[in-house]
C-alpha cells in the first residue's frame, strides 16, 4: 500500500483505465489538486503514460486496489468516460459507507448512468471544466478530517 501521511486525508481517486484514457488530463490536474487536501492512494490514475499495468495479473490489481480503497477516507471518482472496474469501486465503496462524490461532465452523446446518480450513497455533480471540479471538490473536502468525517 501506498504511505500516508499521519494524520493526512487518505484520498481513492477513481477514473477509467481500461475504459479509455480520454480524459487521462483531467484525472492529473485533479489528482494534482487533490494532493492539496492530502495523500491520493491512487495518484498513478493520473499518470500520463498509463498503460493499464498491462504486465500484472488481474487479482494483484484487485487485492491492491481494494486494499487501498478500504483504507480511504473518501472517494473522489471521475465519472464521464464509463468504466466497468469504477463502477465495481464505487459499488464496494457504499457499502463501506465511504463518503464518495462524483464528478460527471455533461457531453451531447453521454449520460451519467442511474446506478450512479441515483444512490443515496454517492454525492453526483455536473462539473463544466477544472474550475468547476475544483469548487466542488473544495465543498467536499474542505471540512473532512482523516477519518473522511466532518470537523
Avoid at 486525508?9 to 490536474?29: E, N, P, T
Avoid at 492530502?38 to 495518484?43: A, R
Avoid at 473522489?76 to 469504477?86: C, D, K, M, Q
Avoid at 477544472?130 to 473522511?148: C, M, S, V
Wanted: hydrophobic share 35%; with cysteine.
Amino acid at each position: 500500500m501506498k504511505d500516508s501521511l499521519p494524520g493526512s486525508l487518505r484520498i481513492y481517486f477513481s477514473g477509467s483505465i481500461r475504459g479509455g484514457r480520454a480524459d487521462a488530463q483531467v484525472y492529473h490536474d485533479m489528482i494534482e489538486y487533490l494532493k492539496t487536501f492530502g495523500n491520493v492512494l491512487t495518484e498513478h490514475i493520473g499518470r500520463l503514460d498509463l498503460v493499464d499495468e498491462r504486465e500484472m495479473p488481474p487479482c494483484q490489481i484487485h487485492d491492491r486496489d481494494l486494499t487501498w480503497l478500504k483504507s480511504s477516507d473518501v472517494i473522489i471518482a471521475e465519472v464521464t468516460t464509463p468504466s466497468l472496474g469504477v463502477g465495481y469501486e464505487l459499488g464496494r465503496a457504499v457499502e463501506m459507507g465511504k463518503p464518495i462524490l462524483c464528478l460527471f461532465r455533461q457531453t451531447d452523446d453521454k449520460r451519467l448512468s442511474g446506478m450512479i446518480s441515483g444512490s443515496p450513497g454517492i454525492l453526483s455533480v455536473v462539473y463544466s471544466d477544472l474550475e468547476d471540479a475544483k469548487i466542488w471538490i473544495n465543498g467536499f473536502l474542505k471540512d473532512r478530517q482523516p477519518d473522511g468525517k466532518f470537523k
